[in-house]
Every structure is written in structure tokens, then in C-alpha cells.
């Protein structure tokens, strides 16, 4: 947060562990989310992952929404940085295997070129501390593997959604049709198709108007015939 927050004064460090309680951070005090709420403050910035459960524990002491900031918000604090789109890339999971490597270096391409990337899984995997390290934003939330992204206001933050693998086809079968998708499919397993040939045909027209299929094995071609879609290649840096 120190690049992002320099030219920001901090007041508190708020963290639900008593442990850390009373301690210091680089000479900022750590407190309670209770005493934090007590100094004078703009905003409440969350620099966690479990973002929906800070989010309902701050309303429950009566903060208000406009006062609140997430992790995808921080780049928005650099004053001398310009307005950045922000891209959100959802995972189904954060194992080390193939698709997931490949979104891996989607964000830090993406991110190197000024977008504000985000990714987003609803569980935690090996990948997490490579995604931090790439300073790369995280968010878990275990609803995104029952949901569809109508039930999940927060993705209308974003500028453009990337979907990663056929697994997570239920999130587009009811959303905001304003926010572009791409949906990136790796799968080459024959199993898969029961998928796309199930479910393909419920995602909503306007969906399949506005969104985008990338698929990187020629199998999709006849599946995905009345949607926008084109092979995408990319290889890994060794």
C-alpha cells in the first residue's frame, strides 16, 4: 500500500487480530475496527481478501457504503497516476495448473501496461502469494461459485471481466450486459462438453451479444458457432 497511499496521511491500521492490537506498522498503530471508526477519517480502505465479510462488519457499526474502498480502489489513490480501466479476472480456483498459470501472466501483462487487474476466485490455492508478489489485487468470495454475477454487486466496478475455463459458465447466465467479458476456455478434456452443451444455449442473447469466447483448442469451434469467438494462442515464459 505505500506506493499507492505516499501521498495520503494513514490514521489507523485496523485488524480484527488482538494480537496485533496495540502494536505498530511501519509507525502507523494497528487497532481494533471499533476504535479505528472512532478517528477523524475520508475513507476506509479494506486490504483484505475477505472483502464481503469486512464490508458486512463495517455496516453493522453503521458505516456507510460511500465511505468504504476496496483493494481494486487503490490504484484510484495515486493522485499523479491517470484514470486506469479496471479488469477483473475470475478463476474458479488458485491451483497451480495450467489455466490458472496463464491468467497468472494475463495479470501481470495487463498490469504492466497501467490496467488495474484484479483477481478474483472464491477459494484461496498455492497461486496466492505469486499473485501478491505481482502486486496484483485479491479477492476471495466464496460466492462466486454458486452465483451468477447478478448476485454480486461489487463486479460493477469493473471496466472489463475475464471468466477463466467452461467451469465457470454459471456466472454469465444472469448479469449486466454493459461490462464486456471475455471468456477464456483451456479445457481439452472431452468431459467438458457436457458444459457448453447443456448450458451454452441459457446464457441470456444479450450476453452472448456482448461478450467474447477465447478458446485456445480448435474442439469449441462447433459448439460456440453463434457467439463471437477466435483461438487464442499465447505460450509461457519458461
Not at 79 to 101: C, N, P
Not at 107 to 124: R, W
Not at 144 to 149: E, S, V
Not at 172 to 187: K, M
Request: proline share 3%.
Amino acid at each position: 500500500y505505500k506506493h499507492y497511499l505516499s501521498q495520503h496521511e494513514i490514521g489507523a491500521l485496523a485488524d480484527n487480530d488482538v494480537y496485533k492490537q496495540g502494536t505498530l506498522l511501519d509507525n502507523i498503530r494497528i487497532v481494533s475496527i471499533e476504535e479505528a471508526l472512532l478517528y477523524p477519517f475520508d475513507k476506509v480502505l479494506i486490504m483484505s481478501r475477505f472483502v464481503n465479510e469486512m464490508t458486512e462488519q463495517l455496516a453493522a457499526l453503521g458505516l456507510k457504503a460511500d465511505k468504504i474502498l476496496y483493494p481494486y480502489d487503490i490504484g484510484c489513490l495515486d493522485k499523479h497516476r491517470k484514470a486506469q480501466k479496471k479488469i477483473l479476472i475470475v478463476s474458479d480456483d488458485l491451483k497451480r495448473s495450467g489455466a490458472q498459470i496463464a491468467i497468472l501472466h494475463a495479470s501481470e501483462v495487463l498490469h504492466k501496461n497501467g490496467y488495474l487487474v484484479t483477481i478474483a476466485s472464491p477459494c484461496e490455492g498455492p497461486l496466492v502469494e505469486m499473485i501478491w508478489r505481482q502486486g496484483i489485487c485479491l479477492i476471495i468470495d466464496a460466492a462466486l461459485a454458486i452465483n451468477t454475477f447478478k448476485d454480486l454487486p461489487w463486479i460493477s466496478e469493473f471496466d472489463l471481466i475475464i471468466i477463466n475455463t467452461a467451469v465457470s459458465y454459471y456466472l454469465l447466465l444472469d448479469r449486466n450486459t454493459t461490462i464486456p467479458v471475455i471468456w477464456w476456455l483451456h479445457e481439452c478434456d472431452e468431459g467438458y462438453h457436457w458444459v457448453l452443451d447443456e448450458h451454452l444455449n441459457r446464457i441470456p442473447y444479450q450476453v452472448q451479444e456482448h461478450s467474447h469466447i477465447g478458446f485456445s483448442t480448435i474442439q469449441y469451434h462447433d459448439l460456440l458457432q453463434h457467439l463471437l469467438h477466435k483461438l487464442c494462442i499465447y505460450i509461457y515464459p519458461k
